[in-house]
């Protein structure tokens, strides 16, 4: 599963871990990517998306066809 939220379109951040005596590492900020399954009644059918925690609380407030119009019309697959 790639970490990247289909609605909000999150990726994970890339940065250096400082240390205390600030040594310099690599790493990544994984956002709370999970897959959710809705049922779309404009479609009939169930979706399933791949979002991240805020993509959820966005299509809890818009609701899942106007969502899924955005995606139809960016020409992304869900």
Same mark, same amino acid.
């Given at each position: 599963? *790639?970490?990247?939220?289909?609605?909000?379109? $999150?990726?994970?951040?890339?940065? +250096?871990? &400082? *240390?205390?005596s600030h %040594?310099? *590492? *690599?790493?990544?900020?994984?956002?709370?990517?999970q897959k %959710?399954t809705y049922?779309?009644? !404009?479609?009939? $059918? $169930? &979706?399933? /998306?791949? /979002?991240?925690? %805020? !993509?959820? %609380?966005? &299509?809890?407030?818009?609701?899942?066809?106007?969502? /899924?119009? $955005? /995606?139809?019309?960016?020409?992304? +697959?869900?």
């Amino acid at each position: 599963m *790639s970490a990247h939220c289909q609605v909000t379109g $999150r990726r994970p951040g890339f940065g +250096k871990t &400082v *240390s205390h005596s600030h %040594k310099r *590492s *690599s790493r990544r900020w994984e956002p709370n990517i999970q897959k %959710k399954t809705y049922y779309a009644p !404009g479609e009939g $059918r $169930r &979706v399933t /998306l791949t /979002l991240s925690a %805020k !993509g959820i %609380k966005t &299509v809890d407030r818009d609701g899942i066809d106007a969502v /899924l119009a $955005r /995606l139809r019309a960016r020409g992304e +697959k869900y």
